[in-house]
Structures are given as C-alpha cells and as structure tokens.
C-alpha cells in the first residue's frame, strides 16, 4: 500500500502466519497471557524501530527480542519471582476434571517463572518452539553447548520444582514419599 512504512507489509504477513505461535510462546516467556501480549507488542515494536538492520530473519529477530526482552523484565523482577509460589489442590476429595489441561498449563507457568532466564529461554524455545539446539544458540545468542546444559538443568529444576524428581527416585529404591 502506498505510504505505509517498509516492512510493514512483511511483518503483517509474518503475524497472519505466525501470530498465533509467536503469542503462545510469548505468553511462556512472560507468565501469563497479558504479559505475553505485552511482550509480543514490544518486541513488535522494537523490530518495527528497527526494521532497516533486520536482513532476512524477521521472524529469528522477534524472537530473539521477545527473549532478551523477557530476560530483561525477569531481571527486574527477581526478587518478586521469587515470592511465587505454587498454587495446589489441597483440598480432600478434589477431583479434577476436564479442565485439568488447563491447570496443568497453568502450572507449568508457574513452575517456568522460578527458572533463570537462561534455563527458561532454552527450555521454550526447544521444547515448546520446537528448535534445533542449533536454532535455540542462535536465538539466545550463545553456543549449542550451552543450550543443552540450560536445558538440561532447566528440565531437572522443573522435576525437582513439581516433585516429579523425588517421586522417580522413590519409585526406584521401593520407599514412599
């Protein structure tokens, strides 16, 4: 269209095919679906600022902002994230039902948020973006080594974090939790 700003119109085909995806991983980077929209938003604009040093790769360039971004806010607000806790059913007789795919999705948030960013980012971006330890160095700016020890460790602190990690080890050795 004749007057609009360049690049527009790439980027407006970019979120046609990819908006959806784009937001769910920013609502993980985020926390939460409001957060994620305001991750995705700036980064938008960020990339929209600084659209004439973008060469190929607009949709690798949102999402590296979208992470260095995310890190940034998790920086500011470590000491809250820290305050977090888990939200569990502790009451007697509790029986989940059809909805418990949300409250699972609701707890893995809130289990991402007690990660470093690092852990986080590559835990995202390769389990839930689905790239390559390649494709997740390149976003995060690091070595492909450094992804898989990050993630790594992300997935053991997630284990440890959900109780997943002492319920294993208890079913190994015959002892109860």
């Known amino acids: 269209m004749?007057?609009?700003?360049?690049?527009?119109?790439?980027?407006?085909?970019?979120?046609?095919?990819?908006?959806?995806?784009?937001?769910?991983?920013?609502?993980?980077?985020?926390?939460?679906p409001e957060a994620g929209e305001d991750l995705l938003q700036a980064a938008l604009e960020r990339v929209f600022r600084n659209w004439r040093r973008i060469h190929g790769d607009t949709e690798g360039y949102l999402r590296r902002t979208m992470v260095h971004l995310a890190s940034d806010r998790w920086r500011r607000h470590r000491s809250w994230r820290g305050k977090l806790g888990l939200l569990r059913a502790t009451t007697p007789g509790y029986l989940p039902d059809a909805t418990i795919h949300i409250d699972h999705r609701d707890q893995l948030v809130r289990l991402l948020l007690q990660?470093?960013?690092?852990?986080?980012?590559?835990?995202?971006?390769?389990?839930?973006?689905?790239?390559?330890?390649?494709e997740t160095a390149e976003v995060m700016g690091c070595s492909a080594g450094t992804v898989k020890s990050a993630a790594s460790r992300g997935m053991q602190r997630l284990r440890e974090l959900s109780g997943l990690d002492s319920a294993s080890q208890n079913a190994g050795t015959g002892r109860q939790p």
Request: no cysteine; glycine share 8%; hydrophobic share 45%.
């Open 2 to 32: 004749p007057g609009e700003p360049p690049g527009m119109v790439e980027l407006e085909s970019l979120l046609a095919e990819r908006g959806e995806w784009l937001l769910r991983t920013a609502i993980l980077l985020a926390g939460s």
């Open 115 to 134: 990660l470093p960013s690092r852990q986080r980012s590559a835990i995202v971006l390769r389990y839930w973006e689905d790239l390559s330890e390649a």
